[in-house]
């Protein structure tokens, strides 16, 4: 199948023999148990149709199209059984910045999440015998609004800073997904959990170019900000061969590190 979203979702609502057969919530919770094994890690399980249905993907998915060292990458097709998607998410903790510093394409924190979805499938395939597809991270490269998939799985809630707010990790969390052969009983979203509700908004009050116009996240104003970030690269700390300092982007962080939810994990 090919990666049109839109014709998964068609084909999925009209074809009565793809409907959801849920399997035992044990099977979701030895799942987790192991995704969560892997240290500061949070892991849940959605439906794939649910993802589909997400508010990033109405009323059509913006896609970004920008050019990065992966646009060499193939586009990862989506196999028909793939109809649940695994979740997981790893805590970006203030005091380890360099998690999230950018060098040729990449960060530490991302590469660990890749590593760790490759190791996962192996261990789907080999304990449970479920074929799985770890996701790539850009959504033209067949990748999926994380945010989206986070919320349906009850990792957290979107917060008024536009990101994924973790109850324990708030914001200062960073997500991957794979896609699973067949229906795998889905985690429930979270109830109860509004903290923006009682909070003055820091986040957006932080934002150095003010890229929440009337409250609504502006991805145009964000953009100039990030933008700015490649071109003023900061140091790692780190010398290459050649004795020059190692330059990385750090991309900002103002509306995620201001929040107060989760401080206490750090
Ligand atoms: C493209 C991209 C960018 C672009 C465009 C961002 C944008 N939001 O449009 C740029 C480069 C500007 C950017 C900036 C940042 N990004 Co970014 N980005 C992505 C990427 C690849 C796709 C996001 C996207 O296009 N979303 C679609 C657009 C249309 O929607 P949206 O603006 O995100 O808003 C949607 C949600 O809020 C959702 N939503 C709102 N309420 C609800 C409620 C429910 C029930 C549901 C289901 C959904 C939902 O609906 C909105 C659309 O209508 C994702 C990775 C991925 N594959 O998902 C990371 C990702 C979203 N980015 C991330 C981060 C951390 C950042 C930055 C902090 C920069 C940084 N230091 O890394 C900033 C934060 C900006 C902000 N406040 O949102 C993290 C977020 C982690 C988290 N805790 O939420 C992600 C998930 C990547 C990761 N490594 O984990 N990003
Ligand atoms: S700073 Fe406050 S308003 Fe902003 S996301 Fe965090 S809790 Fe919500
Ligand atoms: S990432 Fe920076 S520029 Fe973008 S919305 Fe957050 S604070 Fe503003």
Redesign the pocket.
């Known amino acids: 199948m090919s990666h049109d979203l839109r014709l998964l979702l068609l084909k999925t609502d009209s074809h009565p023999e793809w409907n959801i057969m849920v399997t035992d919530a044990s099977l979701t919770a030895e799942i987790i148990a192991h995704a969560e094994s892997f240290s500061g890690i949070k892991a849940r399980v959605a439906r794939l149709a649910d993802v589909l249905n997400?508010?990033?993907y109405?009323p059509a998915?913006?896609?970004?199209t920008r050019k990065t060292n992966m646009d060499e990458a193939p586009v990862t097709n989506w196999p028909d059984e793939a109809r649940s998607v695994l979740v997981f998410?790893s805590h970006h903790p203030m005091n380890d910045p360099r998690l999230?510093w950018w060098e040729h394409g990449n960060s530490l924190?991302?590469h660990r999440l890749m590593d760790m979805a490759e190791s996962l499938k192996l261990w789907l395939l080999k304990e449970h015998g479920r074929d799985s597809l770890p996701l790539p991270?850009?959504?033209e490269k067949g990748?999926?609004?994380?945010?989206?998939a986070?919320?349906?799985s009850g990792l957290g809630?979107?917060g008024r800073?536009?990101?994924?707010?973790?109850p324990e990790w708030g914001?200062?969390?960073?997500?991957?997904s794979i896609l699973v052969e067949g229906d795998l009983q889905p985690t429930e979203?979270i109830e109860g959990f509004s903290p923006c509700e009682s909070c003055d908004g820091f986040c957006q009050e932080a934002c150095p170019v003010n890229?929440f116009p009337g409250g609504n996240?502006s991805?145009l104003i964000?953009?100039t900000q990030?933008r700015a970030d490649v071109e003023n690269k900061g140091t790692s700390g780190e010398i290459d061969k050649n004795r020059s300092p190692i330059l990385v982007v750090k991309?900002?962080?103002a509306?995620?590190l201001t929040c107060p939810v989760g401080v206490s994990q750090i």
């Open positions: 997400g508010y990033s109405q998915p913006e896609v970004e998410g999230d924190g991302n991270y850009h959504v990748g999926l609004f994380l945010k989206d986070a919320v349906f809630i979107i800073n536009n990101l994924l707010l973790h914001p200062r969390i960073r997500l991957r979203p890229a996240y991805r964000c953009r990030i991309y900002c962080r509306c995620e």
